[in-house]
């Protein structure tokens, strides 16, 4: 198998979301605009990848970092591309870049219902934080 791992750029935007909607337990939203991803990979320069295979792309993480934690963002390989390691290094290289930024801890977030991708995760030494919920609101409304 022929693939090549590359620093994901603002020009791959279009094949990886068209990639990731295709993917199970790959949720996208506002958020991954085209000038949200921009914003990312601008602020995280060098982190994230995409693989390709003769110019396909089978497989993109989004790898960042605020300073203090480390997150990766919508892992996914191809069905038929998976068994075969590619995750694996796409988390190594992520972890490495992150360890040289001085960033100790990395987060994932991963959909409660999905096992396979809880499985990978576990595997690759990922722990679930039982202690810990996600809480979430929109920049733009108001307090109350």
């Not at 506002?30 to 994230?48: K, M, T």
């Not at 970092?65 to 919508?74: E, P, S, V």
């Not at 069905?79 to 987060?107: F, H, M, W």
């Amino acid at each position: 198998m022929e693939f090549e791992i590359q620093e994901m750029q603002l020009n791959d935007y279009t094949d990886v979301v068209e990639f990731w909607k295709k993917q199970s337990g790959v949720g996208l939203n506002e958020s991954d605009s085209r000038e949200q991803i921009a914003q990312f990979l601008g602020r995280n320069p060098g982190l994230s990848r995409v693989v390709r295979e003769k110019g396909r792309v089978i497989a993109a993480v989004l790898c960042g970092h605020d300073g203090r934690r480390g997150f990766l963002h919508h892992l996914a390989v191809d069905p038929e591309y998976r068994q075969r390691g590619i995750g694996r290094q796409l988390v190594a290289a992520c972890l490495s870049d992150l360890s040289t930024q001085r960033i100790i801890k990395c987060n994932i977030w991963v959909y409660a219902d999905n096992e396979e991708g809880k499985k990978f995760w576990r595997s690759t030494g990922f722990a679930a934080r039982m202690d810990l919920q996600i809480l979430q609101r929109n920049t733009d409304q108001k307090a109350s």
